[in-house]
């Protein structure tokens, strides 16, 4: 093994979260390098460590993976948080892909232009609470289980509540009918590595604020 | 509507057993039995036995897509789902009453579209959809160390390839900055990654020197970029054998022949059709 697992991103959420939840809840310590300026950036890329050009980037075992559910699903594999079988899987994926969807929609939020962002805002909430929680809340009704898939925690569970504590970011009413998710959340969050994780110094990050957004675009060059 | 049990008999059990993902524990099966030393084509051409020589595969039913009548996001499903020989059944989205009801049936999770039904599971999300088809197949390389290089390398074509399909509901001026744009990213981002991965292990495969979900999906890349440009290859010498040597594939010559259930590129009608019953 080559040590800990190094990740290359800006120093904010993007698409590096998720696999900080992962690797965090999976209790797996990991390293941080913070692309700070236009020629780290530069350089990531030059030294050709970037198969398609693009963070993130994860220092694993021996490889450079790229592509975010590439990482996420090689460590959900690695630290059997991925179900027993194919089938489990399956639905593991399925779950996880609407909550990408709808994470996606979260995490391009703030490069929408000002005038755009209210209905941004508007099309998040009700796609929360009209397309995606109902349905994970019914999958949790459905078998009465802890967890999402084979009463045993996965990726998806992790995934659904780093996503739940970003919809409490932009308005905690819209939780308010959901209550078997509600209690996923405390369930997972009280899982001693997803304690820690929530712990003010973790390596979990900030929404983004205007500083850092502007930051993130002159490193990316960004308009 | 067909009803399946979630326990109906089919081969998985057999592929269940070779599907490393059970774990990185004791119950790892490598699956190199798979192929079988007598059979010289598999040996040579390091392709599953089955696709030498494509039967229908024996199964209670046949897997069945519901999608609209053209590429969109189901196309990779429909390549992958061919390239391992598989038969399976289409049923066309052409209405909005249709689309209401797979909806209030339940049967689309998100409200969206792709669905598959396959082993007594209904199905969407496409690239849920699309490993757990590289599992089932055979497809998804013989370690988790393979399998995170297919999953990068088709996580890149498929980027490449959606560009592609949501370009077709663009504005015309829009639409053709797109497009462009997808050219060169493939010549710019993408071929020269697949190029270099073949240069420098010198195998006919990208993985693992074997068949796999990255080389079908490379080959579907590769034709669709090339039908908005048909030099797009002139640069890379070994992606141009690499598409001779896929497309000769048994299962996939047969895709690519006229009257297979492959679709065409994106057309005003195929578009309007999915604006209205999408109402968008």
Not at chain 1, 104 to 131: F, G, N, S, W, Y
Not at chain 2, 48 to 58: D, F, G, I, M, S
Request: aromatic share 10%; net charge neutral.
């Amino acid at each position: 093994m080559a040590g800990k697992p190094k990740l290359h991103y800006f120093n904010g959420r993007g698409r590096m979260e998720s696999i900080r939840w992962l690797l965090a809840a999976a209790g797996v310590e990991f390293e941080e390098k913070f692309i700070e300026t236009p020629e780290d950036w530069d350089k990531l890329r030059s030294d050709g460590h970037l198969m398609f050009q693009q963070v993130p980037m994860v220092e694993m075992d021996g490889m450079k993976m790229v592509q975010t559910r590439a990482i996420l699903n090689y460590i959900a594999t690695k630290y059997n948080l991925y179900g027993k079988d194919i089938k489990e899987k399956a639905l593991i994926d399925m779950y996880t892909e609407g909550i990408a969807d709808l994470n996606e929609m979260i995490i391009v939020l703030p490069l929408c232009p000002p005038d755009q962002k209210e209905a941004k805002i508007a099309l998040i909430k009700e796609r929360t609470t009209d397309r995606y929680l109902p349905v994970f809340e019914k999958v949790l009704k459905s078998h009465g289980q802890d967890y999402l898939v084979g009463n045993r925690l996965s990726k998806a569970d992790i995934h659904l509540v780093e996503l739940l504590y970003y919809v409490e970011e932009i308005d905690p009413s819209l939780l308010a009918n959901f209550p078997l998710l509600k209690a996923l959340k405390t369930r997972v969050s009280n899982l001693p590595t997803v304690k820690k994780f929530l712990q003010p110094g973790s390596q979990r990050k900030p929404p983004i604020n205007e500083k850092s957004l502007e930051q993130a675009k002159k490193i990316f060059r960004m308009k | 509507m067909e009803r399946f049990s979630p326990n109906q008999p089919s081969s998985l059990t057999l592929l269940d057993k070779i599907f490393f993902l059970q774990g990185h524990s004791q119950n790892h099966h490598n699956n190199s039995w798979i192929l079988s030393q007598n059979t010289r084509d598999s040996q040579i051409y390091g392709i599953p036995q089955y696709l030498e020589n494509p039967k229908p595969r024996v199964m209670a039913t046949k897997p069945k897509l519901f999608y609209f009548c053209g590429r969109g996001r189901m196309e990779s499903i429909r390549w992958l789902l061919a390239a391992a020989g598989v038969e399976f059944e289409e049923e066309f989205i052409e209405t909005t009453e249709q689309y209401e009801k797979l909806l209030k049936d339940g049967r689309l999770l998100f409200g969206q579209v792709p669905m598959v039904e396959i082993d007594g599971m209904v199905l969407t999300q496409t690239r849920a959809i699309l490993s757990y088809l590289a599992a089932k197949y055979d497809l998804y390389g013989k370690d988790l160390k393979e399998t995170v290089r297919i999953n990068m390398y088709t996580d890149g074509t498929l980027d490449l390839m959606l560009m592609i399909a949501v370009a077709a509901f663009k504005p015309p001026a829009e639409k053709e900055e797109s497009l462009a744009l997808v050219v060169k990213r493939a010549k710019t981002r993408y071929f020269p990654v697949f190029e270099k991965i073949l240069k420098d292990h010198g195998e006919d495969f990208l993985v693992g020197n074997k068949f796999s979900w990255a080389d079908i999906q490379l080959l579907e890349a590769i034709l669709m970029v090339e039908e908005l440009d048909a030099s797009v290859l002139s640069e890379f010498p070994l992606l141009k054998a690499f598409k001779t040597r896929i497309s000769n594939i048994p299962t996939i010559k047969k895709f690519l022949q006229p009257g297979s259930q492959r679709k065409p590129p994106p057309d005003s009608h195929y578009v309007e059709v999915v604006r209205s019953v999408l109402h968008f």
